[in-house]
């Protein structure tokens, strides 16, 4: 049972670009959410969805930043028009349940390191 | 708006030795509490998780309390190793998503 699948492992764009990052959750998992974890800062939760819905994106920055989750294929977070501060590693996590319980266990994947020169 | 503190940040410790990490939150209106690991460059490994009801977890040489209404869990390693030298993360789960704390860096000498 493959866990959470996140691509690519790393990624280098320079100022101006975009970048595209993928994450497929755990089998049977319907529910994705996307981290940002700055250099020397804690994990900070940027949004949620389930499939073909945002649920929460209270954390995304208002600009350049989006996400999606679609009927078919993986989670993408994209990010338009990338700056330096956008250097980050980006982890996707999923759970099979939201909320109170076991159910809601959290599992992570393995990041993906955004480089913006 | 709830915060999520780990003391100490650091710590080294010879093999062999028995350790707690803690963490502390400030708002006891909790789902859940989970315990990470994270390798430097790696992603999260999940270690723990304790719902809201309960007050403990074990799992292999790790032990897990939670004491809501103080806003206090610690994660005890008994006999610890080398491979055990990671990042171990703490996050609280009120609503959608995680809150996490900074992290302790644990060292273990052999």
């Known amino acids: 049972n493959a866990g959470v699948m996140q691509n690519p492992r790393h990624l280098v764009r320079r100022r101006g670009q975009e970048a595209r990052l993928r994450c497929s959750p755990m089998?049977?998992?319907?529910?994705v959410y996307w981290y940002r974890q700055l250099p020397e800062e804690g994990l900070k939760f940027m949004v949620y969805?389930?499939?073909?819905?945002?649920?929460?994106e209270s954390g995304m920055p208002k600009e350049r930043f989006s996400a999606e989750f679609p009927k078919e294929g993986p989670s993408i977070l994209r990010i338009q028009q990338v700056v330096r501060g956008d250097s980050a590693a980006y982890f996707c996590?999923?759970?099979?349940?939201?909320?109170?319980?076991?159910?809601?266990?959290?599992?992570f994947g393995q990041g993906t390191r955004l480089t913006v020169v | 708006k709830q915060e999520v503190t780990q003391i100490p940040a650091a710590l080294s410790v010879p093999e062999g030795e028995n350790l707690v990490l803690n963490c502390s939150f400030t708002d006891s209106a909790i789902y859940n509490l989970q315990w990470f690991r994270q390798d430097p460059g790696k992603g999260l490994t999940s270690l723990l998780l304790i719902q809201s009801s309960q007050r403990e977890q074990t799992s292999g040489r790790l032990n897990a309390s939670l004491d809501k209404s103080s806003g206090r869990s610690t994660l005890y390693i008994a006999a610890s190793q080398p491979g055990d030298s990671a990042t171990y993360l703490c996050a609280v789960q009120a609503g959608t998503a995680l809150i996490f704390g900074k992290g302790t860096t644990l060292s273990v000498s052999s």
């Open positions: 996590a999923s759970s099979l349940v939201p909320g109170q319980g076991a159910t809601a266990e959290a599992f």
């Open positions: 969805l389930q499939k073909e819905n945002i649920i929460d």
């Open positions: 089998k049977g998992h319907s529910h």
